[in-house]
Each structure stands twice: as structure tokens, then as C-alpha cells.
């Protein structure tokens, strides 16, 4: 029996409420005028059920689908402006116990070259990474309870927020590791995470039993149910996504919107981020064996979807998709992206020889990190290494609320300026940073509180001066 607010995964992400939505959608996807409906509620900017959604992606009127895309884009710049957030993924150790099936790192794999960075080597990533320009990392490691022990975890976190390499720093570490315990969780909560991701790779049971054949990972219920016991231990922001291409993409999205509503419903708050990553190639993963790949067209119908459905909730692509869809996916919804990234462990600094591979799936957009830069600024983004809600509590509902009233955007915008500033005088190249300051020029005048735009001039000023890590 279908309840979101249910412990049970099996309840709140009931199999029987994702085929009767996915029933509900087909024969709805020419109600003009319940889509027409739908669409009206979207616009008030406070979301969709599942339900809902699920009509609207079904869809296939074009006129309507433009309404949808251009909602979306509406939605995207009243929440988030022109602002793009920036991350790396630092990948600490490739052991795994798991059998996943879509993932090079499955235990079976003999020929790929396990490697596990100790704190010496974390410490050589982290300033490849901060001499980037980066403020803001995902740690990613497989689960291996005698390799990636939750100490090592631990231990590296606390050496990354420990560096303080010239100008640079470390400010938010989310962390991306395998369902644990409450008193795991509490742990990370202790060190300081910003969010904790895991995503959930399929949310039909069945597939994600046969996907996950063998490791404790094969366990649905202790998987899906992860975020709960996060939050129970204290970690408020959290980050859901599926690995488009292992499902119908239409089961996953009315499942990814149902955890959202149980998280909201039993925590009162949804979550941080969704990520949408697709199925890549990866050393013996071949994407075409999974047949349920989604076109770059429905890609951009998913995460335009997403954006209405969840507007407060921030939406992550990663260098696993190439620079065209990732400009597509900034307009219709996407508010962080990966720059620069290495998926290989310790990539960041030596990239490893092709016969020594220990990546988790192919880089499809390979621009450095000042690249991808200077074409957020050329595409009139405001690229942004912000931190400070994490770094000033604001978490979890707290956070949430502000997002809700659109308060929030006034911090955003002058952090954002002031964290590009930082790039700029740090480390960018010259053509970037030309671009760069014109862009804060400009950004300045819309700013729309007279107090916040004087104060913010006078960071920029003592940022080049030297000073660092003003926010608010
Ligand atoms: S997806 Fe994660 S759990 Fe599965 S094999 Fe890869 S690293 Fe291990
Ligand atoms: S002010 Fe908060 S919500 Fe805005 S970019 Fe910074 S960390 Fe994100």
C-alpha cells in the first residue's frame, strides 16, 4: 500500500503507485486541459506531485512541451538567476565488494587496477584541485568495509579541510558513499559534510535486484531507505539521483519525485540536490547492453521536468555528459556542474596511462576548469564556488524556507561575484579573467539592495587586496 509517509521503502516508493501514475499518464497525455491545468499549478513556482509530473511527461503536444520548456526556463531563472555552482569529484579509493552490473568497479573486475589514496596522496589531490580554482568537492569511494572503513572516510575529510594551500581551501566536502548506519551517518554529520549523495541507480525493485546481483548493495530496502536513517543522524541536506538508462526513464522519474515527497513529508524537508547522470562507457561496461538508453531529447524533457516539479531543489550534471547537452541542461534547470574532473582515483595529479585504468566512466566534456569558465561567462553565467549557506547553518528547512520565499537569492548573487572575483585574481587565465571581471561589472548593477551592492564592492576591492572568503 502506497504511503509517503511510510518508513517502508517498499511503501513510500510503492511499485503498484508508479505502474497505476504511469497508467493515470497514458491516458491523460492528451487531456489538453488537465495538462493545461497541471501547467497553471506549475507556474506558482511550488511544485508537482509525482502525479502530475508524470502526466506532463508523457506528453507529447508540441505546443505544449514548448509551454513546459519555457516554464522551466522561467522557474530556473527565479530561483537560481544566472548563477552555475561549481564542484570536482575526488574519487579516494576504487575498492568495492559490490556486483553492479553498469559499473567497472564491480567486484568481479580483475583486470582494472584497484588503488586506494592515502593521506599523503589525498593531500597531493587536494592542492592539484585547489590550484584549480575548486572550493568544493564530492569525495567518491566504493564500499569495501575493510579498505573504505568509515575512519578512512573520516580521516580524509578532515585532511582535506585541513589544507590551506596558498589562497586555497577546501569549504564544503559532500560526500557520495554506500548506505550506512544512524551512527555512521551522525559520524559524517561530525565532520562536517556538506550533502550526502547516494544515489539510488534504479527504484524498480526488481531490476535493481538483478542490477546488483551480489554485496550488500543487492539489499533494496537498506539502499532506499538510507536517506532516512542520514537524516535521523543528522545530516539535513541530502542527494537523491538515478542512473538514467538502467529503467524506463518513466519509472525512475515518477520514483525519484516519490522519495522526494517522502522526505518532505516524514523530515519536512526535500532534498538538496538530484543528479541525473546517463549510463556511460567505462572499462568493461558497454552502455548499448542496457536498453533502456534515453535520447539527449527526453534528457532535456526529464531535467526540465525536475525543475518544475522541484523547484527548490538544486539539479547537478556532471563532465559524464558533453559540452552541447550541458548547455542545454543549464537553461532548462541545472544549477551545478563538475569542471575539470579526473573519474580515475588520483587523476587529478597524474593522469593515469590508458593500460592502467581505475576511471569510473568516460569523460565525455574534457575542457580544464578554466575552459568551462570562460564559456559559463561567455554564455553570460555567473560561475559560482559559493559555500556559505553550509558554512553559515543554513541547512536542511532552515535553507529550505529561505529558497522557498526566494530570499535566498540575495545572498547568492553577491556571493557568487565575490567567489568568481577570488578565481579570477587566483588562478584563471588572462582571457578568462578579462571576461570575468566585465561579467562582475555588470552582475554588480542587479543587485537590487543598495547596502548589500555597497558592501559587496568593498569585498571585491579587499579581494584584491588579498583578503579572502567574504559571504553572506
Ligand atoms: S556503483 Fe558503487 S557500489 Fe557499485 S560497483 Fe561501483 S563503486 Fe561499487
Ligand atoms: S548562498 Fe547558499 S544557496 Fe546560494 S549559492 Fe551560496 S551556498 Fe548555494
Not at 575542457?367 to 564559456?375: A, G, P, S
Request: proline share 3%; net charge negative; glycine share 6%.
Amino acid at each position: 500500500m502506497y504511503n509517503a509517509k511510510s518508513l517502508k521503502a517498499e511503501e513510500f516508493i510503492s511499485d503498484q503507485e508508479i505502474k497505476e501514475t504511469l497508467a493515470y499518464a497514458d491516458a491523460n497525455k492528451d487531456n489538453i486541459s488537465l495538462i493545461d491545468e497541471i501547467i497553471e499549478k506549475a507556474k506558482l513556482g511550488k511544485g508537482l506531485t509525482h502525479r502530475e509530473a508524470s502526466v506532463l511527461l508523457a506528453c507529447e503536444n508540441e505546443e505544449k512541451l514548448q509551454e513546459i520548456y519555457d516554464l522551466a526556463k522561467k522557474i530556473k531563472e527565479d530561483y537560481y538567476g544566472n548563477r552555475i555552482v561549481l564542484f570536482a569529484p575526488l574519487y579516494l579509493s576504487n575498492y568495492c565488494v559490490n556486483g553492479c552490473v553498469y559499473c567497472p568497479y564491480h567486484m568481479k573486475n580483475k583486470h582494472i587496477s584497484r588503488k586506494k589514496l592515502t593521506q599523503d596522496e589525498i593531500r597531493k589531490e587536494v592542492i592539484a584541485l585547489q590550484d584549480m580554482g575548486h572550493k568544493r568537492l564530492a569525495i567518491e569511494l566504493g564500499e569495501d568495509p575493510v579498505n573504505n572503513p568509515i575512519e578512512y572516510v573520516l580521516d580524509s575529510i578532515k585532511t582535506i579541510y585541513d589544507i590551506k594551500h596558498k589562497n586555497g581551501a577546501i569549504r564544503r566536502v559532500n560526500v557520495n558513499i554506500a548506505a550506512t548506519t544512524v551512527e555512521n551517518y551522525r559520524k559524517l554529520k561530525e565532520a562536517g559534510i556538506g550533502t550526502y549523495i547516494l544515489f539510488q541507480e534504479t527504484y524498480n525493485k526488481e531490476s535493481y535486484e538483478s542490477l546488483h546481483p551480489t554485496g550488500p548493495k543487492h539489499d533494496y530496502a537498506y539502499h532506499t531507505e538510507a536517506m532516512d536513517r542520514a537524516m535521523e543522524g543528522g545530516i539535513d541536506d541530502v542527494g537523491l539521483g538515478v542512473l538514467f538508462g538502467l529503467e524506463m526513464y518513466r519509472y525512475e522519474f515518477a520514483g525519484i519525485l516519490m522519495h522526494a515527497e517522502h522526505l518532505e513529508a516524514v523530515h519536512g524537508v526535500g532534498p538538496h540536490t538530484i543528479s541525473v547522470p546517463r549510463i556511460k562507457r567505462a572499462d568493461d561496461i558497454d552502455p548499448s547492453a542496457f536498453d533502456n538508453g534515453i535520447s539527449d531529447e527526453i534528457f532535456a524533457k526529464i531535467i526540465a521536468l525536475l525543475r518544475v516539479s522541484v523547484p527548490y531543489t538544486g539539479m547537478i550534471i556532471s563532465t559524464r555528459e558533453a559540452k552541447e547537452v550541458r548547455a542545454k541542461a543549464l537553461e532548462l534547470g541545472i544549477s551545478q556542474i563538475s569542471g575539470g574532473s579526473r573519474t580515475s582515483v588520483g587523476g587529478y595529479v597524474e593522469e593515469e596511462p590508458e593500460e592502467d585504468n581505475s576511471a569510473q566512466f568516460d569523460v565525455s566534456d574534457r575542457r580544464t576548469l578554466d575552459e568551462v569558465m570562460k564559456w559559463l561567462i561567455d554564455l553570460n553565467y555567473v560561475p559560482s564556488f559559493c559555500t556559505a549557506c553550509y558554512r553559515e547553518g543554513r541547512t536542511g528547512d532552515r535553507f529550505m524556507s529561505l529558497c522557498k520565499s526566494k530570499q535566498i537569492s540575495n545572498c547568492c548573487h553577491p556571493n557568487a561575484l565575490m567567489t568568481l572575483k577570488e578565481y579570477l585574481v587566483d588562478y584563471a587565465s588572462p582571457a578568462t579573467k578579462e571576461a570575468g571581471l566585465k561579467l562582475i561589472e555588470r552582475e554588480l548593477l542587479t543587485i537590487p539592495k543598495e547596502k548589500v551592492r555597497e558592501v559587496t564592492i568593498q569585498h571585491l576591492k579587499e579581494i584584491e587586496n588579498g583578503q579572502r572568503d567574504f559571504r553572506f
